[in-house]
């Protein structure tokens, strides 16, 4: 009786380390031909996405219709427009930040009027990367702090007209922070600036408090899920490729999305259906291709 019991118990965990692949499924490429395409963000609805593309020789910002199927450019100016963001609940204003020389200034683009003003109104402020929580309120950017001499996690609050700093590294280069779906909790990347230039992924609450830190993912590379309990990225691997992976918001449970080789980069996940959107590079130039995942 012994021995069955071992055995049955062997024939019940198999399926359980197995279960932590998933895969996914390709289901449309968006190709702007001689150009690279990153940086996409879905509309509240998933029926849009924006991105920047370099087709023009500069960074400029596009917009796919994923019902009509169509492309249409959105800025054509000769300064560098990147990292848009739908704005929740507005799918007519795009926030993004616009570059002139070495510095970065949040900026909105009011589709319906076709005009753009800027993010924070009420001083300046140098910064890029904005993310979002679903009431809009309040604003997370990679903004420059004049204290330590670098980017760090900034954020703005809309109503009490509030700026802070919510990291204070120095020995780290910060990277894209943003709100998780339910606007708690703030995941941004961290690169050493020192060999052996060590990746990972911190969480901190929205007024900047510390949770936790998620080791050997690209500190570049990673969104939520459309819960608030996973975090979409690309984890090295020992030959030194990259495996998109899903993963628990504490770092446990690894969930392999895809792993077929090519190239990625920037991935966004569609808040109403089970699609990923990403940059992969396709010969020579990155296409953003739509990914569905399939359990």
Not at 32 to 51: H, K, L, N, R
């Amino acid at each position: 009786m012994r021995y069955l019991v071992v055995i049955l118990l062997i024939i019940f965990f198999i399926p359980i380390s197995c279960s932590q692949v998933s895969k996914t499924k390709k289901i449309l490429t968006i190709q702007i031909p001689d150009s690279d395409e990153f940086y996409p963000s879905w509309s509240d609805d998933g029926t849009e996405i924006v991105f920047q593309s370099d087709k023009y020789g500069n960074w400029d910002l596009f917009m796919y219709d994923v019902e009509k199927d169509s492309v249409l450019r959105l800025t054509s100016d000769a300064t560098d427009e990147q990292h848009p963001v739908f704005i929740p609940g507005k799918n007519h204003l795009i926030a993004f930040d616009q570059r002139t020389g070495d510095t970065y200034k949040l900026k909105v683009l009011n589709l319906k009027e076709n005009s753009t003003h800027d993010l924070i109104t009420t001083r300046y402020v140098n910064g890029m990367e904005p993310s979002f929580p679903p009431s809009a309120k309040l604003v997370t950017f990679k903004g420059f702090d004049k204290t330590t001499n670098q980017y760090q996690v900034c954020s703005y609050d809309f109503i009490y007209d509030n700026l802070n700093v919510l990291t204070h590294s120095k020995n780290e280069r910060i990277f894209s922070p943003e709100f998780s779906p339910d606007g708690k909790t703030i995941v941004y990347g961290a690169k050493e600036k020192k060999y052996p230039y060590l990746e990972k992924l911190k969480l901190i609450t929205w007024y900047g408090d510390t949770l936790n830190t998620i080791d050997s993912l690209d500190a570049g590379n990673f969104c939520w899920s459309s819960s608030c309990y996973r975090i979409i990225g690309f984890k090295y691997s020992p030959a030194g490729s990259k495996t998109l992976v899903s993963i628990r918001k504490d770092g446990s449970v690894p969930v392999v999305l895809n792993d077929n080789g090519i190239l990625k980069s920037t991935p966004s996940v569609s808040p109403v259906n089970n699609k990923i959107v990403l940059s992969e590079k396709i010969n020579n130039d990155y296409d953003l291709v739509i990914f569905k995942i399939t359990e």
